[in-house]
DNA sequence: GATGAATGAGCGTTCATTCAT
DNA sequence: AATGAATGAACGCTCATTCAT
């Protein structure tokens, strides 16, 4: 039985807070003191469970590429059709940044020294998040879907799209410029057009 | 080392030490001491010619995008076929941002009560830089070298790529996860794809 | 208003308030927060008159070695004989470091990495302060009132052994092992025996 | 039984590598926390052994001051002529010093207060150390090789002299301003000498 | 015997900014 | 037009130590 329920998993809760201060309040603004103030703890007691703030930054960056892996496996999972595959992927993908700005934001948008986090592995994860989508285009090749040889630069292409897509939105969340829903769309069946051949660009079942 | 004899002197050397700071060291780590030091005048010189620190960035903004729109029109002003006008203008905006990462970056990649800009302001401004892309694109459309008819979303859609493009490489100088110069050629190629028409996608002469 | 009267010099006063606090609490327990508390001003104020922790000490040594080497000069000028010029640097330099053991302190007996100031620049200025004992030991010399030829080497051990005399001393001031007084007599009159010719050790004239 | 091992391993294994990282990182750089990162422990098991830290190195001042007097001992009791006795333990002194650079300093160089060991009984117990020299100059005088009847005195003064030379050495380990061999034969001729009778200074039997 | 968890106190330092001059 | 001097607020971090387990 434990005594200190409300004290139970500082490590999740500093993990928590520190979410919630960088949604809140941003990178630039974030301070061991206000993790501590926020949970009700003091700020050495962070550094018992983290050893420094890149470190804690470093953890729910991990988190972060972890829950995009399974969150991309599932939305492709969902579908056997390789064009709704990608489609779900893309979809899923904006999803999880719109879900969680923090995660993506540590995790794309911000500099390695203010991280902490090897810029190489945090690509390697991402690559690893990639897969389904180039797994899906070389299946839509093989279907005679889309006429596309190079998969990698292709799914990165997508990739930057989206990126850019997501890194306004996020960082401009009140003023974006463009109407999001609408833009993805447009955005989404602009990807399709692209890959598509002669004049029936694509057979694509929408989602 | 400047002589101070030039009175306007003092404020363009603080911009430029500014400018130099921030690409050197980053937007973290710039402080009014370092630019003064820079310099070598004292800190509250500058507050002589800028209210505070926002206030010097968000001029440095203002001078970004006045460049960015005098390079957009006169990139695309050196081609009269619109395809061209418009891959003229895509090229010249990557080219801005590898030539400006500081401008592109306290322009685009910084939030709003970091750069104290007002980000609406900021997008009145980069529309403007995007015009001739849509002006482009509607000659292209009358020429029927194009099928688009929501001219401003289509540029809307390439400025999110290749603001995803910029945000990467200029994040990641050093670790890029693409090769930029054939991500970039694709990504364009893609653009012009999107919009093609039929088994004859588009009649582009390239640049 | 401030007068100028009370304000005058903080730079001097931080000084001060520093070796005031050597004294009393020890180089361990010197902290740029109590030296402030000690003047009334803020911490960081003292960042404006010094770059930093180790550049207050490095002041003070070099302000200790400027004291040492005038008291050295002075004292040895009161006499014309040599070895009472000896025996007046003797004890004059044991007076420094009995009247400012915070200044000793820090100059010989920090390590450099505690006091942040080059050893080597240190021993140029102790060098420096050794002159005048090195000019009576050739004077004597020439004299025949000692047989040394390696005047240096022979001020050297001097110093060494005054350097031992004071650093038991101040090391453990309520408690020296031995009779301050009736040490330094001994020692020095050792240390002419120890330089004395046949039965005759030396024609010591004494002070 | 295993038991009886594991704790008196764990007391020696941290006295061992509080030794250790205060020889390669300095008194003021020792915390609970390194030593036990050193051992692999935690710092809450060193407060087990010792009540805290000023206890922990109390006992390595006691190990010192017990391997000092045993090192005087033996040392003396190499030869049987007082004088090199007395030459065995100046040299034997310095040893200890030079090759027990942690032991020594603890013992001779900290403030009581950094230390927490009573200064009245560490000089109670150098005092120990010291009777082999003081006996040696009794049987020295009893031969008629030197001319002193303050045993006492003098082997303090020796002591002085020493401690100046090993303070000043381990102080600066890398900038010695003499050569510390030449040095040291320098220091002991010295001495002989000032213990000198007349124009046979003394009778000595170099080792 | 040892440790997981936590904390109060404190550290050196940096910062944007102010204001009298 | 510029600066000398100062400051309030905060920062990341380390420390010796405690205490329940």
Redesign the pocket.
Known sequence: MK?KTD?TG?RRQILDATRSLLLSEGVK??????IAAEIG?????I???FE???ALIQALVEEGHQLLFSLMEEAVGRYTDPLQRLEAYMRAYVRFGLDNPVYYEIMFMLRADESGYDPIESFRQAKKSQAPAIEAFQEAERQGLVSTDDFIRATGAIGIMLHGYLAIILNYPENSPFQPDEMLDYIIDRVFRSHGIGGEPYKRHRL
Chains 1, 2, 3, 4 share one sequence.
């Open positions: 005594t004290r500082l603004n974030l301070s061991m003191r206000k703890c003091k700020a050495p007691s550094y018992y469970h420094n703030k890149a």
